[in-house]
């Protein structure tokens, strides 16, 4: 089946630092790139969706200043989450669809943030 | 009401029990659906898709009730491997909604 990979798969950071996160499709091109945060025992929570080439569509409550999300290529969406503050802690995962593999859902291994 | 509810859980059960999860979805227009399994913090992984005519894959039915707006989730003759937390996913892209995730119903497997 098709592979995302995710990384980084952990990162401890401090309080006003940025980290970025990346999603790479590794043998079909996304068309489309999905990036969701899950809190602890919650399901996941869709925060934005990104097209290659044109600016993500963030869901109501996600603040894109502070989530900002770049798909620059069919094969590599990044998320960065700006200013980090320890309520930004959280488990993000990315998802990918396209390359003809229909409306199937291919997830990246997830990125646990914790913000000290 | 939330889009996507799924029992609320959690299911103990032990080997060889015959498990059920239901789901319901609040949007009509929904066009597609799927069951996933996830880990504790790993990623979700596909189980299968749902289809009107209900589906099997082993051990594993699911069935789509598209009047009532309704999906199910048979596991047979579970096994340990089994336990995790099962999720509903609806697809209403057409709507502007993309894929939409269930709360989740945790189930774990006794010895």
């Known amino acids: 089946g098709a592979v995302v990979s995710q990384h980084p798969s952990r990162v401890i950071c401090k309080s006003g630092t940025s980290v970025k996160i990346e999603c790479r499709s590794l043998?079909?091109?996304?068309?489309?790139m999905f990036w969701y945060r899950q809190f602890p025992k919650q399901s996941l929570m869709l925060m934005a969706t990104s097209n290659e080439g044109s600016k993500a569509t963030y869901e109501q409550g996600v603040e894109k200043d502070k989530f900002l999300i770049n798909h620059a290529s069919l094969t590599l969406s990044t998320l960065t989450v700006t200013s980090a503050h320890p309520e930004d802690s959280s488990f993000y995962i990315c998802s990918a669809r396209g390359g003809g593999l229909g409306e199937k859902l291919f997830f990246g291994s997830g990125t646990q943030l914790s913000v000290l | 009401r939330k889009e996507v509810e799924q029992d609320p859980g959690p299911f103990n059960v032990p080997e060889g029990a015959t498990v059920a999860f239901n789901c319901t979805y609040s949007?009509?227009?929904?066009?597609?659906f799927f069951w996933y399994r996830q880990d504790c913090r790993k990623e979700p992984k596909l189980l299968m898709s749902?289809?009107?005519s209900g589906n099997e894959d082993g051990r594993f039915t699911a069935q789509l009730n598209r009047a009532s707006q309704y999906i199910s989730l048979l596991i047979r003759d579970s096994k340990l491997s089994d336990s995790a937390t099962y999720l509903c996913?609806?697809?209403?892209?057409?709507?502007?909604?993309?894929?939409?995730f269930g709360p989740g119903t945790r189930l774990s497997v006794l010895p």
């Open positions: 996913v609806v697809n209403m892209e057409n709507y502007g909604q993309n894929f939409v």
């Open positions: 949007n009509s227009a929904s066009q597609s």
């Open positions: 043998d079909f091109q996304a068309t489309t």
């Open positions: 749902v289809y009107s």
